[in-house]
């Protein structure tokens, strides 16, 4: 057993240390009975795509670790002890097709893809995340078309799965424009490249009060990140609360800024029209 975690634990040495990266091990990907393997790679794909995507995650493959367990408590123990931080697995459950007659005469092939998933935090063995996902394609082309197509949003459910579970929190490093009236209109945010950062990323403002001896936290605004400058520096644009925040900064309120995942509307509209 000692030396299987020293093995994994080599493994782990070589991912590079980043600010706020988390490592997340993706073991155990499987398909039920009856699913082809071509498709639980097509499946594993996406998730790796959707990991590595965020810029805050370091995936190793489980494969690549020798001797790691296929069984969740049992990989969760030897990669504990190896250091590492969470472990994903996922199941392929089920895939079905169908077709139909155009108007123009022809066939439209149609399929349904449903998986799950299951995200640990290694330092408690607890289930950040269990979750079951359905999406559906189409193709002229034949069934296999169509269902390589129910793929296709996979990598974007994880990177909501990341956004929504490894939120990313900074500072205000400092006021780049004010306003009169709107307050505070855009800053420097002590975040970047490093943490994962990205143009279009959106922050939510929370002022922290100190409220009957207890530490509670009201939200007062929003930025957008317009450019980011560097590994640790993001230029955000204030779109909600300038006035607010400008009072808390100069009442010398503390200020804590945390990611949220953008709204995913196109996604769920893609389902609904594939669905139909």
């Not at 317009?226 to 010398?252: I, N, Y």
């Amino acid at each position: 057993m000692k030396r299987i975690i020293c093995v994994l634990a080599a493994a782990l040495c070589l991912l590079p240390a980043f600010a706020q990266k988390k490592n997340v091990v993706l073991g155990k990907t499987s398909g039920n009975s009856g699913v082809s393997n071509q498709w639980v790679t097509k499946m594993k794909s996406g998730i790796m795509e959707g990991l590595t995507s965020t810029g805050r995650i370091d995936v190793v493959d489980g494969v690549t670790m020798k001797n790691l367990s296929t069984t969740a408590s049992e990989a969760i123990i030897q990669l504990r002890e190896a250091g590492a931080q969470y472990y994903m697995e996922a199941t392929l459950e089920t895939i079905t097709t169908s077709t139909e007659s155009t108007t123009d005469g022809k066939t439209n092939y149609k399929a349904k893809m449903e998986y799950s998933y299951q995200l640990y935090d290694l330092s408690t063995g607890s289930v950040l995340s269990n979750k079951k996902c359905a999406h559906y394609g189409s193709s002229r082309n034949g069934s296999d078309e169509a269902i390589s197509d129910t793929f296709s949003l996979v990598s974007t459910d994880i990177v909501s799965m990341v956004n929504n579970i490894f939120r990313v929190n900074a500072e205000i490093k400092a006021v780049n424009e004010t306003h009169p009236k709107k307050g505070i209109k855009s800053v420097y945010l002590g975040a970047g490249t490093a943490d994962g950062v990205t143009k279009g990323d959106i922050f939510e403002i929370f002022k922290i009060m100190d409220v009957a001896g207890e530490k509670i936290t009201e939200k007062i605004g929003e930025m957008k990140v317009v450019e980011v400058k560097s590994a640790g520096l993001s230029l955000c644009t204030v779109t909600k609360g300038g006035k607010e925040l400008q009072d808390a900064m100069d009442d010398e309120i503390p200020i804590q800024v945390t990611s949220r995942p953008p709204k995913d509307i196109l996604g769920g509209i893609n389902d609904v029209l594939n669905g139909l």
